[in-house]
């Protein structure tokens, strides 16, 4: 699995329909370590710019993480 830094982060309040049960819920963008970036959920505790994460599983082809 993968990890990194937190680059930035939001909560999102309003989705779309699809979504609409699960807000509100966090998104982030995450330096991962090795190089790149990628866009994922956050569970559990919520995150701020430079929190350690790690990714814990993928669903439907997008990465959830945690707190490392």
């Avoid at 999102?12 to 807000?23: D, K, N, W």
């Avoid at 998104?27 to 995150?47: F, H, Q």
Wanted: glycine share 12%.
């Amino acid at each position: 699995m993968r990890s990194g830094v937190v680059y930035t982060e939001t909560v999102i309040h309003s989705a779309a329909p699809a979504f609409t049960a699960e807000v509100p819920f966090q998104t982030a963008i995450v330096d991962l370590e090795g190089g790149g970036r990628i866009t994922g959920r956050i569970l559990g505790d919520r995150v701020v710019i430079g929190d350690h994460v790690a990714e814990i599983e993928v669903r439907n082809g997008v990465p959830f993480f945690q707190k490392a």
